[in-house]
């Protein structure tokens, strides 16, 4: 069974508006990664969170991860139309291995 | 900067038939993984490597064979195609070890009719 899972399922915004996704998952993780896919596209490394931390930002994203509650969340600021893009948690539970959600799909409007 | 290959791009195949879908990546990458992505499932892990002559199951290998001869090459082989396999498949490669970013290739779309 999957590891993390994603909710929203779909998130539909519009330019200028933040997009908050969230993740869950079940077990101890050493990190948890989020990862980006276009449309027909590979996945592309957006950013990662060790467990230790709780808060990280990159631009202008947002990862936090609440360890307790086994859950972190993605915070987009300021979305733009080329934000749109399916959103996928990834954790690494074992040396290496990467367990995917079934993502968050965002559509930015203009 | 090639990064990860896959080839095909696309690939149509009769129920029964076998083939094997390439990944080349150019980056001295340790680990790397085929994982196969269907609607509404999110990336499932086939197979993975951690180096030259290792691999290991993920968690939907039946039906795929892999190998890893090379650091460079980590081929997925389908036996007997069957339409449960029709599925997108994407390889990825990382350094080895916890808390590398995995580089993923373009996919390769995969019907089987």
């Known amino acids: 069974s999957q590891q993390g899972e994603e909710d929203p399922q779909a998130l539909s915004i519009q330019e200028g508006e933040n997009a908050t996704m969230n993740c869950s998952y079940k077990?101890?993780?050493?990190?948890l990664q989020w990862y980006r896919q276009n449309s027909g596209r590979g996945l592309v490394h957006l950013i990662l969170?060790?467990?230790?931390?709780r808060e990280k930002h990159s631009g202008r994203l947002r990862v936090t991860l609440d360890t307790s509650k086994k859950s972190s969340s993605l915070l987009i600021t300021a979305s733009r139309a080329a934000d749109t893009a399916s959103y996928f948690c990834?954790?690494?539970?074992?040396?290496?291995?990467?367990?995917f959600g079934a993502g968050t799909r965002l559509a930015v409007h203009p | 900067n090639a990064g990860v290959t896959q080839t095909p791009k696309f690939q149509v195949l009769k129920t029964g038939q076998s083939m094997t879908l390439q990944c080349a990546q150019d980056m001295n990458h340790e680990y790397m993984s085929w994982y196969r992505q269907d609607p509404g499932m999110g990336l499932r892990l086939i197979h993975y490597s951690v180096g030259a002559g290792i691999t290991d199951q993920g968690e939907v290998p039946n039906g795929y064979n892999v190998s890893r001869s090379t650091t460079e090459d980590f081929p997925l082989r389908l036996l007997s195609a069957a339409p449960s396999q029709t599925s997108v498949y994407f390889c990825?490669?990382?350094?080895?070890?916890?808390?590398?970013?995995?580089?993923f290739g373009q996919g390769t779309r995969l019907t089987v009719v």
């Open positions: 990825a490669s990382s350094h080895r070890g916890i808390g590398y970013e995995a580089f």
């Open positions: 077990t101890s993780i050493n990190n």
């Open positions: 990834a954790t690494q539970p074992l040396l290496n291995k990467l367990i």
């Open positions: 969170i060790r467990s230790n931390e």
